[in-house]
């Protein structure tokens, strides 16, 4: 697993592959540094007159629901349409599952062109799962193990790779399922680093066709970077850049010393 990660990584790297980005105006300057500082290229593409033309020159598209207006509705539509139609691996953001009427009702419409991913805290996992839960907004109310039945159930039903992020973060594709246990408390201290382990995870799914080892390799690096970022942070802000940083600079040697993943029998 390690070796694959390692690979991947060189891959991405080498490939520097185009991500398209329907990413919440919160974000879009750390997602895309993220991107940036990894090797991948970003690009914030949100107009419907463009988004199903750009899905065909991208090696994989990002839809992050969590500023919505109807007008960005219409472009995640058009934009998930057209990866579906194409083959274009995309990746389904549920920031905020369960907390409105309106955000349940676009995450159903997102759900019928077929992501390829879905990559969320465990509450909105559930919410998507429709387990009859309390919301905190972006937040988490639950840990990704009470999570992870739901996580199964939720693959099951949209053919999706499934991953579930906490303490520990869950991969799960059919009977597959990777536990991840990297990263760092301050990360729950800055904005978007859900939404950048999004965007990473969608860049790794444009150089591996296994999506379930592109999602594991995704999230075990974000991980690590919010790692080794915890070194010299002193807090969330130096936190944030040390984390670019990182993502800059892991290699194959802090890979294999640090990169904590176990296979889930099944």
């Known amino acids: 697993m390690k070796e694959s ?10 490939q520097s592959p185009l991500v398209q980005n329907i990413t919440n105006y919160v974000v879009m300057n750390n997602t895309a540094n993220a991107l940036l500082a990894l090797g991948a290229s970003p690009i914030m593409a949100h107009a419907k007159q463009e988004v199903a033309d750009m899905v065909n020159i991208v090696g994989s598209l990002v839809i992050n629901i969590g500023t919505l207006d109807e007008f960005w509705v219409d472009s995640m539509m058009l934009a998930a349409k057209e990866a579906s139609a194409t083959n274009t691996p995309w990746v389904l953001d549920p920031v905020g599952a369960g ?3 309106y955000r349940n009702e676009t995450i159903t419409r997102l759900l019928a062109f077929r992501p390829t991913i879905i990559r969320g805290n465990a509450s909105e996992i559930m919410a998507m799962a ?20 739901y996580g199964k159930q939720l693959s099951e039903e949209t053919g999706a790779v499934v991953c579930i992020s906490g303490e520990t973060d869950y991969i799960i594709e059919g009977k597959r399922v990777c536990a991840i246990h990297n990263g760092h408390s301050l990360m729950g201290k800055i904005t978007g680093m859900g939404c950048s382990a ?4 969608a860049a790794f ?17 974000m991980g690590l970077a ?16 040390e984390i670019y940083d990182a993502l800059f600079s892991i290699d194959k040697e802090m890979i294999l010393k640090r990169a904590q993943i176990s296979l889930l029998d099944e």
């Open 5 to 14: 990660i390692i690979n991947n990584l060189i891959t991405l790297r080498e």
């Open 99 to 101: 907390a409105t009427a």
């Open 130 to 149: 429709k387990v009859n839960i309390q919301s905190k907004g972006v937040d988490s109310r639950h840990g990704s193990d009470e999570a992870l039945a």
């Open 198 to 201: 999004t965007a990473v995870v």
């Open 205 to 221: 799914a444009a150089i591996e066709k296994d999506f379930f080892q592109a999602t594991v390799s995704g999230m075990t690096i």
């Open 226 to 241: 919010g790692e080794i970022a915890s070194i010299k942070a002193k807090g969330p802000g130096s936190m944030q850049v």
